[in-house]
């Protein structure tokens, strides 16, 4: 099987906690780690050099994204903070506070301009960066969204949440599309491909299965052989994908060699 057959290309270490959320920049030449030790560090893929280490939040960051130009990232963290940064300088440019009950998700817009966060307290809200302005909240049936992501056009998000199916969103209009309806265990990744007509959905077990959003129906189901899978993120041109394992290393494991 391609995934069994996959080989690592490289291993980033320098975190001296747990990371929780790894992302490829959209040019392919740099990765963006999210720790459990406060930071967030910005990697050169070609040589595994740390460009970059950011500082700001007073708990651990569990999810980070890039802007589609790979200019500026977000990451949500346990203080229940949502943080844009400028990655040439290590500035943040914005912070936007969750309720009481804190942020466990968000994701970019694909033009950067928009953020979509999940609450503990069961319902997501959509923001304009550019004015920090709260645009549209909406809720379903679901619990803790744990991981949530864009559609390439930004029109619609996809979410995951504990014991509950999977949700396709309208993002104009914060009404419900699709559900995805599956034997998930709990999912840590979502990734949709380039046209957006189907998701890679990463299970705690080092599963990726491959769903189509139009007809809801699962396609395919990889098994993996590494260790527990808490991130999954994949270049470009989708022949390398980048897993982070419970021991807080980060592989680069090349799909086409296989």
Do not use: R
Not at 85 to 99: A, R
């Amino acid at each position: 099987m391609l995934w069994q057959n996959s080989i690592i290309c490289m291993i980033l270490q320098g975190n001296s906690n747990h990371i929780n959320a790894v992302i490829i920049s959209p040019d392919g030449t740099k990765v963006l780690s999210a720790s459990s030790d406060k930071t967030l560090k910005l990697w050169n893929l070609e040589t595994g050099e740390a460009l970059l280490t950011l500082t700001g939040h007073h708990y651990p960051i569990d999810a980070v994204s890039f802007t589609s130009d790979g200019s500026k990232a977000i990451s949500v963290s346990f203080d229940s903070t949502l943080k844009l940064w400028n990655l040439q300088t290590g500035e943040v440019l914005l912070t936007l506070s969750g309720d009481e009950y804190g942020i466990n998700a968000a994701s970019f817009s694909p033009d950067g301009t928009k953020a979509l966060s999940s609450y503990n307290s069961n319902y997501l809200t959509l923001w304009n960066l550019e004015t920090g302005e709260e645009l549209l909240t909406f809720t379903g049936d679901f619990e803790e969204v744990n991981v949530i992501n864009f559609s390439p056009d930004g029109t619609k998000a996809l979410s995951a949440s504990y014991g509950f199916p999977l949700t396709l969103w309208n993002l104009e209009t914060g009404k419900k599309i699709l559900t995805l309806n599956g034997d998930f265990e709990e999912i840590n990744a979502i990734g949709f491909t380039p046209d957006g007509s189907k998701a890679i959905l990463v299970g705690e077990q080092s599963t990726v299965n491959v769903w189509n959003l139009e007809t809801g129906e699962e396609i395919l189901t990889l098994n993996g052989d590494f260790e527990e899978v808490n991130a999954i993120s994949f270049t470009p041109d989708g022949s390398k994908a980048i897993l982070i394992g419970e021991h807080a290393n980060i592989k680069v494991s090349n799909l086409e060699t296989g």
